[in-house]
């Protein structure tokens, strides 16, 4: 409004709950060149996580709504996140986002 070009700051995201099932996204990666499943896919509880060059750039989860503000907050950061760590359902995923931002 006052002539300058700002971004906007937060990652885009949507949720919606359908059929007992909650399913949460974030990011709008045009491009991936990675797809990182945290533990093994599980249709009733799940997370994903979409990298271009060890970067997340977007992620969703599967009745694991609490964990979409990390996902959100490692997008915003624009750091590179060791595959295994996002992929390693025993450890936090707070834990990796401190250690990466």
């Known amino acids: 409004m006052a002539g300058r070009g700002q971004g906007h700051a937060e990652v885009p995201w949507f949720w919606t709950h359908q059929h007992g ?3 949460q996204s974030a990011g709008a990666p045009v ?3 990675e797809v990182l499943w945290r533990g093994a896919p599980n249709p009733r509880s799940s997370m994903v996580f979409y990298r271009q060059g060890g970067v997340v750039v977007g992620g ?3 009745n694991q ?3 979409m503000r990390h996902i959100k907050r490692l997008i915003a ?3 590179r996140v060791e595959g295994r760590l996002l992929a390693d359902p025993e450890l936090p995923l707070e834990q990796v986002v401190k250690s990466a931002v």
Request: glycine share 14%; hydrophobic share 45%.
């Open 77 to 79: 950061s624009g750091v």
């Open 65 to 67: 709504g609490r964990q």
């Open 21 to 23: 099932m909650n399913f």
């Open 31 to 33: 491009a991936w060149d």
């Open 60 to 62: 969703a989860t599967i």
